[in-house]
């Protein structure tokens, strides 16, 4: 028997998907037995004594946690699901544009490989809640205090100046309640130390990066494989707790983890930015034009890694159930 921890399952598409294969989809068995048995005594129409007795039951059997399972099932059975596990865990699966060719968009695929959950949302509160504490110790006289903080030796290079730009609504952003200003403290053996700036400034790239949500990252462990990339929609089954709750669950570090799902997409060529020209002859703006612009440069900060689209040679993946075995 094989038995699924599901992390999310998407029902509405499970059962739409699992009616067409079925023509139908049952959603509860209802089973109910009645005897009855009835006497009488007297003059009928005067004086009448009567008494019934019976046995009756009724049972209801929900099937909604049974819905995927089925359609795993129907999916093998119709010969529509490939297995790309093994595909994905070699070189040779991930060279020269063969994923693209095997796994094309639409393709249902069933991938089990370690990976790690991400959501922006638990960046933040981490964070928030690590400066908070550090500040409280410091004033409590715990935890000493940093006279001449100072950024990482990566962080200082890429940067020309240390002064610190809010963005416009920081303070009701995901990283506004990480503290600024005093917060030093030793972040290394070294003696370094890092600002709740710095801080800030982590949580605006996880934000940037990955869109509030839980994020799946799976990622094989083969020399030139790429990530695939799992978005778990919000309101669906099994994905109904806190970000906090997710991450005390399942921990920060990779697990193993099977989705099941189609292919959305792989990542399209860096395009040249340069024909940005939407303003036709009478001074009017073609709408096609400026589409292709915009979905042009969302594919150029993809592929730099900016935007929450997977990079070549990864892809992405619609999920419809995400779950552990149990009991291996």
Do not use: C
Not at 150 to 174: I, W
């Amino acid at each position: 028997m094989l038995l699924r921890e599901y992390l999310y399952v998407d029902t509405t598409t499970v059962r739409g998907l699992l009616a067409q294969l079925e023509n139908g989809v049952v959603e509860t068995e209802l089973e109910s037995s009645s005897i009855s048995k009835k006497s009488s005594a007297g003059i009928k129409g005067f004086a009448d004594h009567s008494q019934d007795w019976g046995d009756a039951r009724t049972t209801t059997k929900a099937m909604g946690d049974a819905l995927f399972p089925a359609l795993e099932a129907a999916l093998e059975t119709e010969d529509l699901i490939v297995d790309a596990s093994d595909l994905i865990s070699t070189r040779e699966g991930w060279a020269d544009q063969a994923m693209q060719t095997t796994l094309p968009a639409g393709r249902i695929v069933r991938i089990t490989s370690p990976g790690y959950l991400i959501d922006s949302r638990f960046v933040a509160m981490t964070l928030s809640g690590f400066t908070t504490t550090h500040r409280g110790l410091v004033n409590m006289g715990i935890a000493p205090a940093v006279d001449e903080p100072v950024q990482p030796p990566r962080a200082k290079r890429a940067s020309r100046s240390t002064k610190y730009r809010e963005l416009p609504g920081e303070a009701d952003s995901l990283e506004g309640k990480i503290p600024l200003g005093e917060l030093r403290f030793d972040a290394s053996e070294s003696g370094s130390s890092l600002t709740g700036e710095f801080y800030r400034g982590i949580a605006q790239v996880a934000r940037g990066m990955f869109s509030p949500g839980l994020h799946l990252v799976l990622l094989p462990d083969v020399e030139g494989a790429g990530a695939v990339t799992v978005r778990l929609q919000e309101g669906r089954q099994f994905l109904d707790t806190d970000p906090d709750i997710v991450f005390a669950r399942y921990g920060v570090g990779a697990q193993e983890w099977t989705v099941v799902g189609s292919v959305g997409h792989h990542p399209l060529p860096s395009p040249s930015m340069t024909d940005g020209d939407f303003i036709q002859l009478d001074g009017t703006i073609s709408r096609a034009n400026f589409g292709r612009y915009i979905n042009r440069l969302g594919t150029l900060l993809g592929n730099r890694g900016f935007t929450d689209l997977p990079q070549a040679p990864g892809f992405s993946v619609i999920p419809w159930a995400v779950y552990r075995t149990l009991g291996l």
